[in-house]
């Protein structure tokens, strides 16, 4: 885990670096879920706020219909959500190209139980994501931001169970 950590900060030395050379300019987007839902995204120096989880830790997961540790690890999240009910937040933003139905279809069929956004319909966002976190597109790729919005961690591939529960309780306490 120590290496993990380690590797987020460098991560986010790099992310918070990029944009602080552009932190004269504010980014305000929209991401619409599933359900119609629509929360405001405003980029800051340290991460994002993101209207409606404010004072959550939020785990920001871009995930493929068809990648399997993708799958693997939507049961976790689920119990994730279940568990830290109200002081977790997820939002999984799948970006292999599932239309808006077929991804409703796929979410009730997974039971994912968090916030669901179409990549397609929100390229903006992802494009947003790929630039200030130097992502490359591997899946499942996570942002985790602690109650402040703050980017405290980056990881691209699958995460345990427990190394989720553990990166929440460490988040939580910020």
């Known amino acids: 885990m120590k290496k993990l950590l380690l590797s ?39 991460g994002l706020k993101i209207s409606g989880m404010e004072g959550k830790v939020v785990f920001l997961e871009f995930f493929g219909h068809r990648c399997p540790p993708c799958l693997a690890s939507i049961p976790h999240l689920i119990d994730m959500q279940k568990k830290h009910q109200g002081k977790l937040a997820i939002i ?6 599932l239309g808006e139905e077929q991804l409703k279809d796929f979410a009730k069929k997974k039971g994912m139980n968090y916030t669901v956004i179409s990549g397609e319909k929100e390229r903006l966002f992802v494009s947003y994501i790929s630039q200030r976190a130097q992502w490359q597109g591997s899946i499942p ?34």
């Open 8 to 46: 987020a900060f460098l991560l986010l030395s790099l992310f918070t670096t990029g944009h602080a050379q552009n932190s004269h300019k504010k980014s305000d987007l929209t991401l619409t879920d599933i359900n119609g839902k629509t929360y405001t995204v405003e980029g800051t120096k340290e």
């Open 92 to 97: 999984a933003i799948e970006v292999q190209g």
């Open 141 to 174: 790729f996570l942002l985790a931001l602690d109650k402040k919005g703050d980017v405290q961690f980056i990881q691209a591939g699958m995460l345990p169970e427990s190394s989720l529960e553990e990166l929440f309780q460490q988040l939580s306490k910020k």
